[in-house]
């Protein structure tokens, strides 16, 4: 990063941590932490996002409930019999970085990429990854698909 950043973070405890970020720092936002992050110079920095295995739940009822935030809103504004499956996807992607499309292929990638890694068996650890990934999965048929 080149510049400086004031980073406000909110724990999941209650607890409140700011400090600055000097040229060349490296932050990790830890999952279900929410921060502001404020430019006090000019700045230029690149962010990584990734779901962790253990987070894919979390991140599931996360855009489940912007999916039901977006379809509110559409309510409200009496457009949700004009706006397209597509749309809404855009309206998510826009509103969190990420929609339920690409959180799905995202899924079924890392399903692939389990299966097609292992050495000939198929591990416990795989095995289980997979049962999380297909829970995921028909979680989100059942809630976003319907709606």
Not at 60 to 84: F, I, P, Q, R, Y
Not at 110 to 122: F, P, Q
Request: charged share 20%; aromatic share 6%.
């Amino acid at each position: 990063m080149i510049g400086e950043k004031e980073w406000t973070f909110y724990a999941p405890s209650g607890n409140l941590v700011t400090f600055i970020q000097k040229p060349g720092g490296a932050i990790f936002v830890p999952s279900t932490w929410k921060h502001e992050v404020k430019n006090t110079a000019e700045t230029i920095s690149i962010n990584h996002n990734w779901i962790s295995p253990c987070a894919v739940d979390l991140m599931c009822d996360c855009l489940l409930s912007e999916s039901a935030a977006v379809n509110k809103e559409l309510e409200a504004w009496g457009l949700s019999d004009t706006v397209t499956m597509d749309e809404k996807e855009k309206l998510m992607r826009s509103a969190c970085g990420l929609n339920m499309t690409m959180f799905t292929l995202m899924l079924v990638r890392a399903a692939v990429l389990l299966l097609t890694n292992s050495d000939g068996g198929i591990s416990e650890r795989t095995v289980v990854d997979l049962e999380s990934i297909k829970r995921v999965l028909k979680t989100c048929e059942t809630t976003f698909i319907q709606n």
